[in-house]
């Protein structure tokens, strides 16, 4: 398993069409990436998190800020919870890596000692797909592949896992 603690998350700010401060402390959002999923909503403890990502904070530093305000959580479950809310984060666009993406080797490859395994991530399958395009390739004659595989319609599927590509 890949130790977290140590990467830098940074926000992409060029990957939000807009965002807007509620006065209950959570921060609306809209995703370049992702203009499907509409406006998004995350709460003070998310925002507070994405807040945190300025390419000099480390994950771990990001998990003691909120130990020092929220008494009675574990160390381990709020290690999760604000690993999970990156990653969330990273697939609509919002935050890069300073360095290496420790997500990919976490979340992407497992490796079960004779085999290893790799998901793509909608990048990569948008990628894919488009040298594919340059070759000569069956494509099922009842879809029109300009629409079912535009980028956008690409990190539809993968982003909810409604389809499986390779």
Not at 13 to 30: M, V
Not at 114 to 122: G, P, Q, R
């Amino acid at each position: 398993m890949v130790d977290i603690i140590n990467y830098l998350p940074k926000l992409d700010e060029q990957n939000l069409l807009y965002k807007r401060l509620e006065e209950d402390g959570s921060l609306i959002f809209l995703s370049k990436k992702h203009p499907e999923t509409q406006q998004l909503s995350l709460n003070d403890v998310g925002r507070f998190i994405l807040e945190q990502c300025n390419g000099k904070t480390t994950i771990g530093e990001i998990v003691n800020r909120i130990l020092k305000e929220y008494y009675g959580a574990s160390k381990e479950k709020i290690t999760n919870d604000v690993i999970n809310i990156l990653h969330s984060l990273w697939r609509f666009g919002l935050i890069q890596w300073i360095g290496e993406n420790p997500l990919l080797s976490l979340f992407y490859n497992m490796n079960d000692g004779d085999f290893t395994f790799k998901m793509l991530y909608e990048d990569q399958v948008i990628e894919t797909l488009e040298k594919l395009k340059k070759k000569q390739h069956f494509i099922n004659p009842y879809i029109d592949e300009k629409i079912a595989y535009s980028e956008t319609a690409v990190r539809q599927k993968v982003f909810i896992f409604i389809e499986t590509f390779f």
